[in-house]
Nanobody, 123 residues
Framework: QVQLVESGGGLVQAGSSLTLTCVAT????????MAWFRQTPGKDRDFVAF????????DYASDVEGRFTIFRDNAKNTVYLRMNSLEPEDTAVYYC????????????????WGQGTQVTVSS
């Protein structure tokens, strides 16, 4: 089973940009649809972005579309989330996940999760 490790989180000011990285080991990510979710204390883990195995189909949550971009480098077994124009409301722990397909991902039925990386956006 694939193992995922996120990095790239941090404390930034509103309007800044960050790029999160998710490195996979144990399996090739070409076998998976990949996604980013985020979670704040006391709330459910929410969908942020999806990318299919080939990288030619993406989907975003409405509150990040136009600001965030998900992309993948299958040769490096890595998925990224580029976040622009960050807002305090984007503050959360961000999780990378591997799933079987779009339907499973959007339903939160992931095959593997990373440990998360904290993103904090100050106003």
């Amino acid at each position: 089973q694939v193992q995922l490790v996120e990095s790239g989180g941090g404390l930034v000011q509103a309007g800044s940009s960050l790029t999160l990285t998710c490195v996979a080991t144990g399996d090739r990510i070409t076998s998976y649809a990949m996604a980013w979710f985020r979670q704040t204390p006391g709330k459910d883990r929410d969908f942020v972005a999806f990318i299919n195995w080939a990288g030619n189909n993406r989907d975003y949550a409405s509150d990040v579309e136009g600001r965030f971009t998900i992309f993948r480098d299958n040769a490096k077994n890595t998925v990224y989330l580029r976040m622009n124009s960050l807002e305090p409301e984007d503050t959360a722990v961000y999780y990378c996940g591997a799933g079987s397909d779009f339907g499973a991902v959007r339903g939160g039925r992931m095959l593997s999760w990373g440990q998360g990386t904290q993103v904090t956006v100050s106003s």
